[in-house]
């Protein structure tokens, strides 16, 4: 995992970077704050990651790692876009429903990623810890998998990033 990628992969990951803001809502039991999704693919031969990910204020990005000078890219939305907003709050709601089911990492700690290409980690952050589960992605495109809803809003949310994306002047583009 390139270094770039890392930094923004931790901002993510941390509670800390939303618990001073105006509006946050904690969600679910466990009160969670943001959650996302992180997906390990195989770009010839080579793993590179991209992750999902989503707060209760509404923001939410999508990077990745790829071949710039600076191994990242992504995008960044929510607020204005309201079919992207409501997927994303979809996904948020569904990770507060599941933690129960996911693994546990005190607040602060190593997150694991996706151990192999197929894999995917799904997770949910609040104040006290990251909860996190790892599960191939062809088990999470089974609509009977308890964790199918958050994996499919994920997907929803990848797709209107590629159309709001498109939606700006190609000078703008990433």
Known sequence: MNKAYEN??????????VE?????????PEKIVAAGVEMALDDAGTIKHLLIATNSLGDSSLYFENNSQSGLGG???GHGNEPLQEAAAHMLAYAGK???QMEKVPAHRPVP???RAGQVCLFAVSKEQVFYKEIPEQ?????ENTFYPMFAYSQQVIGLFKTQEMQRPPSARA
């Open 113 to 115: 990623a996706p151990s």
């Open 20 to 28: 001073n803001r105006k509006g946050v809502i904690e969600i679910g």
């Open 8 to 17: 923004m992969r931790a901002f993510w990951l941390d509670a800390k970077n």
């Open 139 to 143: 088990e999470l495109r089974n609509p």
């Open 98 to 100: 599941l933690t129960g």
């Open 75 to 77: 995008m960044i939305g």
